[in-house]
């Protein structure tokens, strides 16, 4: 291998390694799409992020049905730069704190226990698949 070739293969994995640095912010929009993914399998399978299961609806016309069935609709997953944030608003907001009648809880979005691990592999997948990406491009 000539001192040229070398060298140009030296200047072209340091631009990669330069790339790098921003992948954060590149993965975050794919990031927040795996979390949102991860968010609406919970809502159909009706559980916890964690996988144990929400409570039927207690009262009314569905009672003993799923709870929450249209709820994705009022999760938001969103992203500056590259920090991540999920939001549950209106009533769907409330159940995922139990700050409903008869203090029902129906966790939506992951709490104090950290990212569930189903969530974390997701994140996983997209964060390399992009490290991939970065390293197999030409970088010129």
């Known amino acids: 291998m000539s001192n040229a070739k070398a060298l140009a293969d030296l200047q072209g994995m340091a631009k990669k ?10 993965a975050a929009p794919l990031c927040a799409d795996a979390i949102f993914a991860r968010t609406a399998l919970t809502i159909e399978r009706g559980t916890t992020p964690y996988g144990e299961p929400w ?3 207690q009262t009314g ?16 997953v969103t992203f500056k730069g590259p920090v991540i944030s999920i939001r549950v608003r209106g009533i769907e907001g409330r159940h995922n704190y139990g700050g409903v009648a008869g203090r029902v809880k129906r966790q939506i979005v992951p709490g104090k226990r950290g990212l569930p691990r189903a969530m974390s592999e997701a994140i996983t997948a997209v964060l390399v698949a992009e490290f991939n990406r970065t390293m197999e491009s030409d970088p010129a």
Do not use: D, I, Y
């Open 61 to 76: 016309p569905r009672k003993g049905q799923k709870a929450l069935v249209n709820s994705l609709r009022k999760v938001f």
């Open 55 to 57: 409570k039927l609806v």
């Open 17 to 26: 390694l330069e790339l790098l640095a921003e992948l954060p912010e590149t």
